[in-house]
Structure formats: C-alpha cells, structure tokens
C-alpha cells in the first residue's frame, strides 16, 4: 500500500521490509547495510562541518547539501554498527535527492510501518526517529 507522505524510494523500502517477517527484517537491515557508501574524499576533508546526531547512542554524523532544489545526504556510521548503518542506508536510498518539503513531511514514525518494532529495543528505535529528526532540521534549515 502506498503511503502518499514517503517519497517513492522511502516508501519502496518500506514494503520491501513489509514483505519480511522476523529475522528477515534484521537481514535486510544488515544487507542494506553493506550498500551505505562511504563518505567522498572532498566531505572526508571536512569531517568537522558534518553534525552529529546526539541523541544516538551509536556516533552518527550527517551532512547534506543541496543542489537545484534537492538534498543529497551523506552518513558516517561505524561499520560495527550494521544495523545503524541499515538505516542510515535507507535513510538515503529514501531521501536522497528529495526537496526539504518532502523530507519534512515523512512522519516520524514512518518506520512503524516497516514493523521494525518487532525486532529492534525501543532504545534503538528512539536512535532512528533521531536520525530523521535530525535531517528534518537540516531540511528545514535549507528553507530559511
């Protein structure tokens, strides 16, 4: 079912994940994991303009910059933390290239509907909604 909030990439995952049951869930995110690019060598130069995400308790950092209009996201996540990284990868295949209304209009429990609360803490959960949180804020930046 298509949920007219999510952009079409971010709601694509999510049906993805809806097909999923249990474990399945955990390995898709770890898959999704191992697709989160590493940061280009111009944004490695400047690691200290990306920001963290404070509320996480896994030290993720996040820098977007806008071109024509859209934003483009880049993460930095720990590799020891595949499931962090799963989202974060979704987070961009989801959002990437998307206007700043569009990243604010995702709810921020979008996640929900993945059924991801079956398989992860409520403290990891409270990680991700952090994660959108935080690129919602720059989201909102870039319209000021």
Known sequence: MLDPQLPGKLDEIVQQFQWCEGREKLELLIQLSESLPSLPAWLQAKRAEMDPVQECMTPVSIFAQERDGHLEFFFEVPVESPLVRGFAA?????????????????????????????????????GLSAILAHMKQVALNKLV
């Open 90 to 126: 979704i987070m961009k295949q989801g959002l990437d290239y998307c206007t700043p209304e569009e990243v604010l209009r995702v709810p921020g429990d979008f996640y929900l509907g993945m059924g991801l609360e079956q398989v992860l803490t409520h403290q990891r959960l409270n």
